[in-house]
C-alpha cells in the first residue's frame, strides 16, 4: 500500500511539473516602440508562464532594419537575453514599393492612415533616399544609431551575416530550426505582416504540422478597416502572405481544437474596437514602476496619456491567460461575464488587387452548413469581447512591472 501511495505521489509531481511548464512561443512582429508591439513583446518576455524561444522580424509598421533596432533596444533596456531574427524586408508583392504602383494602388483603394512602411517609401520616395530608418535595404545597426544615439550593445541579434550557433540566418530559418526541436510545443504570435510565416510554409511545408496553434494580430472582419476602407494595416501590407497562412492546415488535423477553430486564433480590429483605452491611472502606475528605459519611450509616444491602440497586446494575453476572451466571432459580451467556448467560423483573404485588396472575410457558421467558406478555406476564431480588469491587471500590469524576471 505504501508503495502504492508513494507511486501515486510521484505521478501527481510529475503532472504538477508539466502543467506548470511554460508555453513556448515565437513572436512574429513589425516592431514599434511601446504599444502596441513593443509591450506585447514585453508582456511575452516577462510573464512567468511563457517561454519566449525569439523574436522574429517583418516589415510593416517601419522598414525591417527600423523594426530590428526597435525590438533590440526595448529588450537591451529590460534585461533581456532573448534573440532576434532579422526578417523580411518586402512583401510577396514586392513591386509595391514602387511609387508608380502604389500611385496606381493609391487611386482604386486609397489608404487613410500612414500605410506603414510600405506606402510611406512608396510616396516619399525623393524624401526617403537618404532616410535610413524607412529604407527597406539599410543596415540596422545604422538605423538604431540614428534613432537612439548610441551604438547597439544587445548580443543576441542574428541575421545573413551574423547566424547563430545553430547556423539560423534569418528569421525563416530559426521558426524552422525551432519547430523541429520542439514539435507541438510552440504558438506562433504573428503580430505584424505574415510574409515570414508564409516564407517558412512554403520552404517547409510540414512547418505548420509542427506548430501548435497560430495567434494573428490581422484582420478587420466585422468592422472597417484602419489602412484601407476594406482592410487592416498588417494584412494589407502583405494580402497575399496573410492569404498563404490562414488557407493553411494548422497542428494536428485530428485533434477538437483544430475541428472547432483550425488551431488559429485571431486578434483583429473588432476587440480593440470594443475594449477601452488603457485605464489613465494604472498607466501612471507602470510608469513609476517599469524599467527606465521603457518609462522614457513611454513618456515620448504617448505624452502621459493612456493608449488606445492595443491591437497587438491582445495576441500576447490571449497566449498568456485564454480565459481573457469572453465571446468570439461577433458575439455580443455574455451577460454572464463568464468566457463563452472557443469557435471557429471558415475565414478568408482577398488577395486580388482592386478595392477589397487585403480585405479580411468571415463566412457566417449560423446556417448550419458544414463548410461555408469558399474551398480551400479553414477556421478561425476571432476575438470578440475581452474581459478588460483581467486584460489590465493580471496580465498587461504585472508584466510590464516584473522588472526581477
Known sequence: MKRFVLVLSMVFLLLSFAAAEPQKVILDTDMVDC?????????????????????????????????????VYQLMVSDSDTPVYQGSRVPFRYFRLDP???????????????????????????????????????DWKDVYEAIYGS?????????????????????????????????GEIIIAAIGP?????????????????????????????VP????????????????????????????????????????????LEANVNTGAMPQDLFEKVLEETWPGIRELFDKKNGGIAPSNIWDVFAAAYIVDPSIVL??????????????????????????????????IAYSADRGHAKNGPNGSRKAAIQSFIDEDKF???????ALTNTDK
Do not use: H
Not at 110 to 138: I, T
Not at 393 to 398: K, L
Open 100 to 138: 508608380e504602383v502604389m500611385a496606381a494602388e493609391q487611386l482604386i483603394a486609397p489608404s487613410y492612415n500612414n500605410g506603414g512602411y510600405l506606402n510611406r517609401w512608396a510616396r516619399d520616395w525623393d524624401v526617403n533616399q537618404g532616410k535610413l530608418e524607412m529604407d527597406p535595404m539599410s
Open 327 to 360: 465571446s468570439w466571432n461577433n458575439d455580443p459580451r455574455p451577460e454572464s461575464g463568464e468566457p463563452d467556448p472557443i469557435t471557429g467560423v471558415y475565414i478568408d483573404v482577398n488577395a486580388e488587387m482592386g478595392p477589397d485588396y487585403g480585405r479580411a
Open 35 to 71: 504599444f502596441d508591439d513593443g509591450i506585447a513583446m514585453l508582456v511575452l518576455d516577462n510573464s512567468e508562464n511563457i517561454d519566449l524561444l525569439g523574436v522574429t522580424i517583418v516589415a510593416g509598421n517601419n522598414s525591417m532594419p527600423n523594426c530590428t533596432a526597435s525590438a
Open 151 to 183: 551604438e547597439p550593445t544587445y548580443q543576441y541579434v542574428y541575421g545573413p551575416e551574423n547566424p547563430d550557433a545553430s547556423g539560423n540566418k534569418d528569421a525563416v530559418d530559426f521558426m524552422i530550426d525551432q519547430v523541429n526541436k520542439y514539435p
Open 225 to 268: 478597416g484602419n489602412s484601407s476602407a476594406a482592410a487592416e494595416l498588417n494584412w494589407w501590407l502583405d494580402p497575399e502572405a496573410a492569404k498563404v497562412c490562414v488557407r493553411t492546415q494548422w497542428g494536428d488535423p485530428e485533434s477538437e481544437t483544430y475541428a472547432a477553430y483550425g488551431n488559429q486564433v485571431i486578434s483583429g
Open 194 to 222: 505574415c510574409t515570414n510565416v508564409a516564407r517558412a510554409i512554403l520552404q517547409d511545408p510540414t512547418f505548420p504540422s509542427k506548430v501548435k496553434a497560430i495567434v494573428y494580430m490581422g484582420g478587420a472582419f466585422f
Open 392 to 398: 489590465w491587471n493580471e496580465i498587461v500590469y504585472p
